[in-house]
T-cell receptor, first 113, second 114 residues
């Protein structure tokens, strides 16, 4: 079992550009959540996808959008990048079970110049 | 709304000494509580979780935590620190399991001195 995988590992963009980050969940998991971790901070919830729909959303602007595919993998898109979007983006997968835990991937480090 | 406060952004202990990382939570309903560890340039790994069963929870790598409702605390302890325990530790809370967002504290960086 490969666990949660994310790509790319690192990414450098300039202000105003758009970026797409990808996540493959742990085998069998059907729910994907995305978190943003700014330097020196704890992760903050962006949104969650289940059955190819956004189910819950944190306090992030509409520039942040996502998608879930039939194989449960997911993408995070960020438009009109700002310097403040520089962060580690973490993907977590899980079952929709109250007793289950969320398994995290290694993250994608995004730097906006 | 839920929140987590981790007291101390940096804790330093000697190898072999007790590790104590503090976490206090706020939740309007019975919470699920978690401790995660993050090594440099890596994602988060679950150390242990409290899901309303036993109040003393044992995790991986010799760590344990005790849920104290009266103190709204979930402190993480380890009797004897190892050099390999040096990492960032995050306390988190949610309303239950895989389908509710985790709310994280700001983290505590643990340094272990030889």
């Amino acid at each position: 079992d490969a666990g949660v995988t994310q790509s790319p590992t690192h990414l450098i963009k300039t202000r105003g550009q758009q970026v797409t980050l990808r996540c493959s969940p742990k085998s069998g998991h059907d729910t994907v959540s995305w978190y943003q971790q700014a330097l020196g901070q704890g992760p903050q919830f962006i949104f969650q996808y289940y059955e190819e729909e956004e189910r819950q959303r944190g306090n992030f602007p509409d520039r942040f959008s996502g998608h879930q595919f039939p194989n449960y993998s997911s993408e995070l898109n960020v438009n009109a990048l700002l310097l403040g979007d520089s962060a580690l983006y973490l993907c977590a997968s899980s079952f929709r079970d109250p007793n289950d835990e969320q398994f995290f991937g290694p993250g994608t480090r995004l730097t906006v110049l | 709304a839920q929140s987590v406060t981790q007291l101390g952004s940096h804790v330093s202990v000697s190898e072999g000494a007790l590790v104590l990382l503090r976490c206090n939570y706020s939740s309007s309903v019975p919470p699920y509580l978690f401790w995660y560890v993050q090594y440099p340039n890596q994602g988060l790994q679950l150390l242990l979780k409290y899901t309303s069963a036993a109040t003393l929870v044992k995790g991986i790598n010799g760590f344990e935590a005790e849920f104290k409702k009266s103190e709204t605390s979930f402190h993480l302890t380890k009797p004897s620190a190892h050099m390999s325990d040096a990492a960032e530790y995050f306390c988190a809370v949610n309303l239950g399991g895989g389908n509710t967002p985790l709310v994280f504290g700001k983290g505590t960086r643990l340094s272990v001195i030889a």
